[in-house]
């Protein structure tokens, strides 16, 4: 465990991040030519989503091998060369773990297909029930969780992918290969791990779910704790400046507490998704919704009250490589572009907990607006327009839907520059048009840009205890455009103010006069105790004894 209350993580998905050598695909090398601009805006761990050997059907969360670098994204020497040169500036690496399942294509899969016992029991490989699969779960890309494999007579477990079988953590051999893979990167100097998917690793019964698909017998399961612990002991928690995450699928507080307290030697922070979706029709993702604002505060409120009385800690994001780009969905990516990006960021950014940004987030990157299909690269977003097409769903309907949903909006290159500046090649997937107004250099020009003030809520985490250590009490909870809260530390006070509309609105300030301004994204405020708060704004207000 590390000092992480101060710390801000950047996270990069490097097929898209810099392409240094013009295949079309961003490269390691292309991290490291990138360093000082994250040095810059002030970061302290880059976490790079996966980038070791793999088919790429779902982009590296697929691994075939956890000790090699795959070719396209450059060699070990290109990663040596990362880490020594993150280290210069200190910026430390996170990797991220995908230990839930591995790649088809992975040798102990492979040993297991060609009947080597000691490699079956690596996967969940069970016989038919009634002549049919051993449950009816679906899985979390579409489709059955079970795939045959005929010479056996037997079906093996996949949450995900058919190409990504699950691994069966309750075999003690897989997690000392998984203990390993860990402690190789931990001495080749990384300083923390992101946990893919992580309270799926156990399992409980493998029943038919009468109610839902599945989730229950494999979320946040009896062993989740036990394996953590038992990781962390032999693995990272030998170490003091180690920082870990887990990314927990549809959980609840009282686990992420349990993951995260202290005491418990499990993980630093976690991951959860519940604020992202507000936007979700009868919670179903393949909708399209104006986000339920009154759920949002709700949510945001009692994670954080949540997590603070159990003495848990939340990462804190809008972004990343698995959501849509939430200026375009909880902010105006067009009229009120800038205002409402750096309104999400202190939204986020004053809260209790870790704040993760996700690359293009800085500069106010939007979603894609992608209108065919042949534009999409993503397997769940192929699998999903496939399967709305067979419901019936018109075509317009569908591509509004991907518009909203799609994991692509995040995945389309950074914007570097008025000529794209990702790659002097075309591409794996088409670049936004709108990289000739929101790129880098444009932010790096304008003292005022999204950059800058990024730049600034990583600063202010670093200088102000009552950010990075206070506590969080949640304010105006029936405000129907306001979402805030205070922060408490010692004798230091933070009013954080975000106005989640186009609306000119107000509220009460009690001795307003006893605070200044920590930052705003607009000038000319009037501190009134009747305060008024124009279109997006945001307002961070504090007071010291
Ligand atoms: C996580 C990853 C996602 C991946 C899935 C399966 O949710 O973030 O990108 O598709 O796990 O590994
Ligand atoms: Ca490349």
Redesign the pocket.
């Known amino acids: 465990m590390s000092n992480f209350k101060d710390k801000v993580v950047y996270q990069i998905y490097p097929k898209s991040f810099k392409d240094s050598n013009n295949d079309g695909i961003g490269d390691l090398k292309g991290i490291t030519s990138k360093l000082d601009y994250l040095k810059l805006l002030g970061i302290d761990y880059i976490w790079i989503t996966p980038f070791f050997i793999s088919p790429q059907n ?1 982009n590296g ?1 697929d691994i075939t091998d956890y000790y090699h670098i795959d070719p396209i994204y450059g060699t070990m020497d290109d990663l040596d060369e990362l880490i020594k040169e993150a280290d210069n500036r200190n910026i430390g690496l996170m990797f991220d773990m ?1 230990f839930n ?1 591995t790649s088809t294509t992975h040798e102990w899969f492979q040993k297991a297909l060609n009947g080597e016992q000691k490699y079956k029991n690596y996967y969940f490989f069970k016989k038919p029930v009634n002549g049919g699969m051993p449950t009816n779960w679906e899985s979390k890309f579409g489709g059955p969780v079970w795939e045959y494999v005929e010479k056996f007579d037997e079906y093996y477990l996949h949450l ?1 992918d058919k190409t ?1 079988a699950d691994l069966n953590w309750e075999n003690p051999e897989v997690r000392a290969e998984l203990a390993k893979i860990l402690n190789f990167w931990i001495d080749k100097g990384v300083k923390g791990f992101r946990f ?2 992580i309270n799926l690793i156990s399992k409980n019964a493998f029943e038919d779910d009468n109610q839902g698909i599945g989730k229950k017998f494999y979320t946040d399961g009896n062993k989740v704790n036990q394996y953590l612990n038992e990781l962390n002991n032999i693995t990272f928690g030998k170490y003091n400046d180690m920082i870990t995450v887990g ?1 927990m699928s549809a959980t609840t507080i009282e686990n992420c507490v349990n993951y995260t307290y202290p005491g418990n030697h499990e993980l630093d922070m976690t991951f959860n998704f519940h604020h992202l979706k507000v936007d979700y029709q009868n919670k179903e993702k393949w909708t399209v919704m104006d986000f339920d604002f009154q759920e949002l505060k709700e949510l945001f409120n009692n994670w954080q009250v949540g997590m603070q009385i159990g003495h848990g800690w939340n990462a804190l994001f809008w972004n990343c ?2 959501q849509p780009r939430s200026l375009s969905r909880f902010g105006n990516d067009t009229k009120c572009h800038d205002e409402s990006a750096k309104m999400l960021a202190t939204a986020i950014h004053m809260q209790r907990g870790t704040p993760y940004i996700y690359q293009g987030e800085e500069i106010g990157m939007t979603n894609n607006y992608f209108t065919d299909i042949h534009q999409y690269r993503d397997v769940e977003s192929i699998n999903y327009y496939h399967i709305l097409k067979n419901q019936g769903t018109n075509e317009n309907d569908i591509h509004k839907i991907l518009q909203a949903k799609s994991r692509d909006n995040a995945r389309s290159p950074m914007q570097w520059n008025k000529d794209g500046g990702f790659s002097e090649n075309t591409p794996w997937m088409e670049m936004n048009p709108n990289h000739t107004k929101i790129n880098v250099e444009n932010n790096l020009n304008n003292p005022n840009s999204i950059f800058h003030y990024y730049q600034n809520l990583i600063q202010l985490r670093k200088k102000y205890k009552v950010i990075s250590e206070g506590s969080y009490i949640p304010m105006e909870k029936d405000h129907p455009y306001i979402y805030a809260y205070k922060r408490q530390y010692r004798g230091d006070e933070l009013i954080v103010i975000n106005n989640f509309y186009d609306v000119d609105t107000s509220i009460e300030i009690e001795y307003i006069n006893d605070y200044k301004i920590l930052t705003s994204n607009y000038d000319n405020h009037q501190l009134n105790k009747h305060l008024s708060i124009r279109p997006y704004e945001t307002i961070v207000l504090y007071k010291s004894e």
């Open positions: 779902d969360y995908v399942h995900f990504q893919d998917v990314e490589h698995d």
